[in-house]
């Protein structure tokens, strides 16, 4: 995947801000924030460039919260939980608890399989994110970030401590920014596997509570957010909040990043106001007229027919009404000779084997949930397998200390719903609605091996 789509043709936005700022947003437009200038440069930007771009760094993080929390930005990296109200919590935990001054960790590790959205921004506008990662620090009162990327990714690496350095020689920053490389397995991406592997354990999920807002990396108050949500900061610092919401809606304002792959003609990162619909994205990306399934959301995600979703905006509110969320901002289009049935057994097994195997429903749960999964998909059934998934899939959910399998879960029972039509063809033996396209592609949905090598620590 290449591409990486913004609208240069949208008109431009106002701002609330001073004549400065307002001259740089102008240069932005409602869907080319994060995105403005990737089309010029297939590189990072240089810090010079950066800021001729966004203009300098603002000097007001005393009210960056309110700034956020008005703003009504939400986490870009799956949960969508509100970012002002984690700002403010971290905050008050370190003016309180008095554990030292909080921490700040940026999550670029993009550990679903079919999202690029965070090696595209990290690999053009590193500056974004930083920037987001030091106003942000501020604001919470942190004396020290870092930021968390998967270790097989030395090129990303090398461009993001690129920059440090060249911020450091500029000397722009008031705290030290620190680059990670951990390991890459599915879940070594959420918040507490993150912490865990900063305190010198294994990148594994740990129970909680504690959650890092409260006690995180070298148990301080811990502001934890994906590199996307960050370069957002950068922008709501810069422009206001009321520049944010003129994108996207009220209830999802401002633009999200997003990766559109699979049965599509451009396949790539598209920059979109939050609530676009769902088939305006779809031809944005190219996809085919036949498109029948899309997965929403990647692997913790769901499957829906594209008629039934494609008026749907792409933001949180409106897909948690039919179960969805956008997670990530991933939409894979499963071409029409491809089985979905069999392409979510392949991710759930995969799912299976990138479990950390310190609860129950991982180690049992998940792999049995695969298997029986992999039988409905060859049609080759050991006793009556649907009502035992059905048993197990509501024996798992709610039951991990993460939320691991409750997004295996959702995947599964999803494809049960989307593809009823071919689970009873699988079990009745006969040919299913994707074999009737001629012979039925083996595996579209990308799963990357993890070496046995690159083990936890
Ligand atoms: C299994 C699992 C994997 C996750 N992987 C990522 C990831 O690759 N990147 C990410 O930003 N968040 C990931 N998350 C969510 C993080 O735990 C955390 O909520 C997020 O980074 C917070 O940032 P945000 O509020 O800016 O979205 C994952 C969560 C789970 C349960
Ligand atoms: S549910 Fe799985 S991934 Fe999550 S903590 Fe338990 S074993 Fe680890």
């Known amino acids: ?134 106003l942000a620090a501020t604001a919470v009162g942190a004396d020290v970030a870092h930021v968390c990327l998967p270790r097989g990714k030395r090129q990303l690496i090398a461009s993001v401590t690129g920059a440090i350095a060249e911020r450091e020689r500029a000397a722009v920053d008031p705290i030290p920014i620190s680059v990670h490389g951990l390991p890459h397995h599915y879940v070594s991406s959420e918040e507490t596997a993150l912490v865990h592997w900063l305190n010198g354990g294994e990148a594994k999920p740990t129970a909680v509570p504690p959650r890092p807002f409260r006690r995180g990396v070298q148990q301080r108050p811990t502001l934890l957010d994906n590199v996307e949500t960050l370069a957002h900061v950068a922008l709501i610092a810069r422009f206001g909040a009321g520049w944010f919401r003129q994108a996207g809606l009220a209830d999802a304002p401002g633009t999200m990043l ?99 195997g310190q609860c129950g429903p991982c180690m049992f749960g998940l792999p049995a949930i695969a298997d029986d999964f992999a039988q409905i998909s060859n049609g080759r059934p050991t006793g009556p397998v649907h009502d035992r998934l059905d048993r197990r899939l509501r024996t798992i959910e709610g039951r991990g200390a993460c939320r691991h399998p409750d997004g295996a879960v959702r995947l599964a029972r999803s494809a049960l719903s989307a593809f009823a039509a071919d689970v009873h063809s699988h079990l009745s033996r006969r040919t299913c609605l994707s074999a009737r396209h001629g012979r039925p592609r083996a595996a579209v949905l990308p799963l990357p091996r993890t070496l046995e090598a690159m083990g936890w620590q």
């Open 1 to 134: 995947m290449t591409q990486h789509g913004g609208d240069l043709t949208a008109a431009p936005v106002r701002t609330e801000q001073g004549s400065t700022a307002a001259s740089q947003a102008d240069g932005l437009s409602q869907r080319t924030r994060l995105t403005a200038g990737w089309r010029d440069f297939d590189r990072p930007v240089t810090l010079r460039e950066h800021l001729r771009r966004y203009g300098p760094l603002p000097r007001r993080p005393g009210a960056l919260i309110d700034a956020v929390t008005q703003a009504g930005l939400t986490g870009r990296g799956g949960a969508s939980f509100p970012t002002g109200v984690k700002m403010r919590t971290v905050a008050t935990n370190a003016a309180r608890l008095a554990r030292g001054p909080a921490v700040v960790v940026a999550n670029g590790m993009e550990s679903e399989p079919a999202s690029e959205k965070d090696q595209a921004l990290l690999a053009r506008a590193p500056h974004l994110v930083l920037d987001g990662v030091v």
């Open 258 to 356: 997003t990766t559109v792959s699979g049965a599509v003609e451009a396949p790539g990162v598209y920059e979109i106001e939050a609530g676009t619909p769902v088939g305006e994205l779809l031809k944005l990306g190219g996809a085919h007229a036949d498109a029948g399934s899309i997965l929403i959301g990647g692997y913790f995600g769901s499957w829906h027919d594209v008629a039934d979703v494609a008026r749907l905006p792409m933001a949180p509110p409106a897909l948690r009404r039919i179960g969805a969320s956008p997670g990530a901002g991933v939409l894979f289009v499963l071409p029409p000779d491809a089985c979905g049935l069999s392409e979510t057994a392949r991710v759930l097994a995969w799912l299976a084997d990138q479990g950390a």
